[in-house]
């Protein structure tokens, strides 16, 4: 079958994986008395506070959301600023801006793509020279592979800064054999986007080993509002009685959509596996072309939401436009990840321009995601391969 016919099967860059048990997990919160604040949420909560090795978990609508109670629960506001990566998803950026702080960026290091240490360190020397240092910084644990977060929280304790990890790309995966989000980030902000490492559809979990931020993002998240007796600022007389103590939004989770979290939670180490053996096949596919395949670490487990490769322009005259159309052509959903959060048009009206992170700008210029999900066959890693070869080596 020549693959511009139109009966070659489209293969996603990405897909869920919906298993029997999640959808009888689903279907039993919709024949239950709850549809949304029931006992699902609670026991989703504790279930990915448990494996994330976190004393608190708050599930929140998206982790949009998300972020930006992360951000209002650490005091973010108008004066506040906020640096993050620009190799990110928007989020990570306006997140400070929903809460009217300023947003600046760090660049990355070309070899991990995370939030580069070495850029962070100079940036803060001369920050501090400015007077002008952070109160928040965003790093994002790209593709899955957790930043280098002792040397950041190192610097956070120099500095004064917090830090909110987003590790929307990172279920599951661990730096040194612990958890993500479980030591030195403040507040953890993780995705249950229909394309992330589990999914509830839309959705997300900010976690914290801190007491007072969790009560901050619970209430947060509900309208800013109690009914905890015990925390009322106004004498109770009443029953009936709920405070309003803080302007806050409807950022709740559903039952529905934490059932389904549940259920996926608990397949998440077979989930891992299985990117993880995709991604290995991937690397001794791709190995003899012009490519630079993803980094590999020796301390961290990577949760592979992305298997993102670089065309190497020292070795091919092929550009990145040539692979990715070659790829659509050929039926495969190839994708980039990220076009640098500083160059879009909203933020260069903001005073960022090209030029401005060029690690950054290099990786993307060159940048292209392969699909990789769970349950993509060898025969599909080797279609990829196939379009990849005949393009790059013709
Ligand atoms: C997906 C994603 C988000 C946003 O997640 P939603 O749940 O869709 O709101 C934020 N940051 C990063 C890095 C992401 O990949």
Not at 76 to 101: E, H, I, K, Q, R
Not at 178 to 191: E, I, K, N, Q, Y
Not at 290 to 315: F, G, K, M
Request: glycine fraction near 6%; aromatic fraction near 8%; proline fraction near 7%.
């Amino acid at each position: 079958m020549h693959p511009d016919d139109a009966a070659t099967p489209w293969l996603p860059y990405s897909c869920q994986t919906i298993s029997e048990e999640d959808i009888a997990a689903v279907v039993s919160v919709l024949r239950s008395p709850y549809l949304t604040q029931g006992p699902q949420i609670p026991a989703f909560e504790a279930a990915f506070a448990e494996r994330h090795a976190v004393r608190h978990a708050v599930a929140v609508s998206n982790a949009t959301a998300g972020l930006h109670l992360a951000c209002l629960a650490l005091g973010v506001g108008p004066g506040s600023l906020v640096w993050t990566s620009p190799n990110s998803f928007l989020a990570s950026a306006n997140c400070a801006l929903y809460c009217g702080a300023d947003i600046d960026f760090v660049d990355i290091d070309p070899h991990t793509r995370n939030m580069g240490v070495d850029a962070l360190r100079a940036k803060l020397e001369q920050a501090a020279r400015q007077r002008r240092l952070p109160d928040v910084l965003i790093p994002v644990d790209f593709a899955g592979l957790p930043c280098a977060m002792q040397e950041i929280r190192a610097l956070a304790d120099t500095y004064g800064f917090r830090i909110i990890e987003d590790a929307s790309h990172a279920t599951g995966a661990s730096d040194q054999g612990h958890p993500v989000g479980s030591r030195h980030a403040d507040l953890t902000v993780f995705s249950f986007h229909a394309v992330k490492i589990v999914t509830t559809a839309e959705g997300g979990m900010v976690t914290t080993q801190d007491a007072a931020l969790a009560e901050q993002l619970r209430l947060l998240r509900a309208h800013g509002m109690t009914r905890d007796v015990a925390a009322f600022q106004l004498p109770c007389t009443d029953p009936w009685v709920y405070e309003q103590q803080a302007l806050g939004f409807n950022y709740r989770m559903t039952d529905v959509q934490a059932a389904l979290g549940l259920s996926q939670l608990a397949r998440i180490d077979v989930l891992h596996a299985l990117r993880q053996t995709l991604a290995g096949r991937y690397d001794a596919l791709l190995a003899s072309l012009p490519l630079r395949l993803p980094p590999r670490s020796a301390q961290a487990v990577c949760a592979w939401h992305l298997y993102v490769v670089e065309i190497d322009e020292t070795r091919t005259p092929v550009t990145r436009a040539t692979v990715f159309q070659a790829l659509r052509d050929a039926r495969i959903g190839a994708n980039v990840h990220y076009i640098p959060i500083h160059t879009q048009p909203f933020y260069r009206a903001r005073g960022f321009a090209p030029g401005d992170f060029p690690a950054a700008e290099h990786y993307y210029s060159r940048a292209l995601s392969l699909p990789l999900f769970p349950a993509m066959t060898s025969a599909q890693q080797q279609r990829v391969t196939d379009c990849l070869q005949h393009t790059l080596r013709p």
